[in-house]
């Protein structure tokens, strides 16, 4: 907290006036007889106090000014900041069917503003793998959760696609990655995390079934007044399961 300024309180010329004056004054006598001063008067001679000078209580509002002026420019820049959206608004086209996911997932996820999706087509002779990239942020009103998802859809076509699906990236995090096996999602789950000593933080899906490979990525952070957060990591992780075993119910076996 600032501390007030030298001579923010006493100053020169506080507290009570000098002893010359205050009591009888040179050159009177004693009262005379029925004389005498009014009834809550001060002596004869006195009249009205000095005046307290205002010097120190000016030089004190001046310098705890300049400190909140100081202070204030910051703050607001922090406050624009901070109030500044992470989000933006939903394109008008809706999601294909690879990448449908249910409204309520979406809002617990805090990632309901759709941003559109990608398509491509590899081709190598008769062998094909086509692709769909989906992803959502927060909506324009949210200034927290900066988050974003992301899904990518992968089907293999043609020769001995189902077995080149199971042979491909789901289950091939590099060793340096924190990773667990999932039950109940796809043939093949894996749930990798995607931590790290920032606030960014996040989790990755990464399944098999049938001829697709699919990979659910939830990453971010929460914004903070000064400082970022990561995401809590079971926050993460719920909400990568959860956007990938609604693809999967969609997906054909």
Known sequence: MHQPAQGYGQGPGFGPPSGQGYGQQPGYGPPQPGYGPPPGYGPPG?????????????????????????????????????????GKAPVSQQPPAECQVSPEVLNKAVTTSY?????????????????????????????????????????????????????????SAAPSERQQQVQGIGEKAVLVTLDTDSAFSGAELRYTQGVYVVIVTYKGWDKGFFTNSPIPPAESAEAAKSVGAEIAKKLPR
């Open 115 to 171: 941003q559109g999706v990608r398509e491509n087509e590899i081709k190598a002779g008769k062998i094909v793998i086509k692709q769909y990239g989906c992803s959502w942020l927060p909506p324009e009103s949210d200034n927290v959760h900066d988050r974003s998802l992301q899904i990518m859809v992968y089907r293999h076509e043609g020769p001995d696609a189902e077995k080149r699906a199971a042979e491909s990236s789901a289950g």
């Open 46 to 86: 006195y009249g009205q106090p000095p005046k307290k000078k205002k010097t120190g209580l000016i030089v004190g509002l001046v310098v705890g000014g300049v400190v909140l002026l100081g202070l204030g420019i910051p703050g607001g820049i922090f406050a624009s900041e901070y109030y500044s959206s992470v």
